[in-house]
C-alpha cells in the first residue's frame, strides 16, 4: 500500500475524479478527510464505502471560494482526522459562455473555485507544514485546459492555466521545506461535470475522434495518478503536469 496511514484532505471528494481518489486513497492505507460544497448525500456514502476499507473518513461542508472560511474549515479537516499530509485541490467549476457574453459574477466564480481557493489552501496547509517541520504533498486537479485553448470557456482556460504557473511557481518556493506541488491534467473524464457531453453521442462521438485511446477516462484512471503523486514513488517530482487524457492534448484540432 502506498499511502498508510497517510492523511489526505481532498476538496470535492462527494463526487466525479475527487470521489474517485478519495477511495482510491484509502485502498492505499490513508484516512481522508472529503469536502463537498451541496451534496451531502453523495458525501455521506463516499465517506461509507470508505469506512467499509477500515480507513477513517469525514466529510465537511465547505465552499472553498469563500477565502474567509478556508482556515476554520482546515483546521476542522485536522481536528477530524490528524495533521494533514496530502492536499489535493480537486473542486472545480465551469461556466459556458462566449467571450463577449461573459459576465464578471461567472469570471469571479471560476477563478475563485479553481484557482483563489487552492492558491490560499495550499497557503494554510503550507503553514503548518513549515511549522511543524514536516513535509507534504500538493496535488491540484488541473486540465488540459491548462495547455489547450476551450472556446467559450475563457474563465475556465483563465483558471486552469493560473493553475499551471501556481504549480510551477509553488514546487519552486516549497521545495525547501520538502513539499511537492504538481498538477493532474484531466482530458475528457466521465463525471457529472461532463453530463449534458455523456447525454448527447452528437458531441460526444466527435470528442472520442480526438482521443487516440478511443474512450473517456474514468475517475479511477485520475486516480491512480494522484496516487502516484501522493505516495513516496513521486518523491523527486515536483513542479509537474502529469497528462491522464489518453493522448488528447497532442492530438486535438477543432473540426
Ligand atoms: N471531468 C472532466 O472531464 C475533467 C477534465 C479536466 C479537469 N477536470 C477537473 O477535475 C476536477 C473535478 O471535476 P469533476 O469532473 O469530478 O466534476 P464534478 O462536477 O463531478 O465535481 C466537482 C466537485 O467540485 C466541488 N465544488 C464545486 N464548486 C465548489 C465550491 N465552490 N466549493 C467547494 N467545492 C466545490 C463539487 O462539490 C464537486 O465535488 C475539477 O477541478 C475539474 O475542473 C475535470
Do not use: W
Request: proline share 5%; charged share 20%; net charge negative.
Amino acid at each position: 500500500m502506498k499511502l498508510q496511514n497517510k492523511r489526505a484532505l481532498i476538496t470535492g471528494g462527494d463526487q466525479g475524479i475527487g470521489r474517485g481518489i478519495a477511495i482510491r486513497f484509502a485502498e492505499e492505507g490513508a484516512d481522508v478527510v472529503i469536502s463537498y460544497r451541496s451534496h451531502q448525500d453523495n458525501a455521506d456514502e463516499t465517506v461509507k464505502e470508505i469506512q467499509a476499507l477500515g480507513r477513517k473518513a469525514v466529510a465537511i461542508q465547505g465552499d472553498v471560494s469563500v477565502t474567509s472560511a478556508l482556515p476554520k474549515f482546515f483546521a476542522d479537516a485536522v481536528a477530524a482526522i490528524g495533521p494533514i499530509d496530502i492536499l489535493v485541490n480537486n473542486a472545480g467549476v465551469e461556466k459556458r459562455a462566449e467571450f463577449l457574453q461573459a459576465t464578471a459574477e461567472d469570471y469571479d466564480l471560476v477563478l475563485a473555485v479553481n484557482l483563489k481557493g487552492p492558491f490560499f489552501l495550499s497557503q494554510l496547509f503550507a503553514r503548518e507544514l513549515v511549522s511543524s517541520k514536516r513535509g507534504g504533498k500538493i496535488i491540484n486537479i488541473s486540465s488540459v485546459h491548462e495547455e489547450l485553448p476551450f472556446p467559450n470557456f475563457a474563465s475556465y482556460c483563465a483558471a486552469k492555466g493560473g493553475l499551471k504557473m501556481l504549480c510551477r511557481d509553488l514546487a519552486i518556493e516549497l521545495a525547501p521545506y520538502g513539499i511537492t506541488v504538481n498538477n493532474i491534467a484531466p482530458g475528457a473524464i466521465k463525471t457529472p461535470i461532463n453530463a449534458n457531453l455523456l447525454d448527447d453521442p452528437a458531441k460526444l462521438n466527435p470528442l472520442l475522434e480526438h482521443i487516440p485511446l478511443g474512450r473517456m477516462g474514468s475517475p479511477e484512471d485520475v486516480a491512480g495518478c494522484a496516487a502516484f503523486l501522493a505516495s513516496s514513488d513521486a518523491d523527486y517530482v515536483t513542479g509537474a503536469t502529469l497528462l491522464v487524457d489518453g493522448g488528447l492534448l497532442f492530438n486535438y484540432h477543432e473540426q
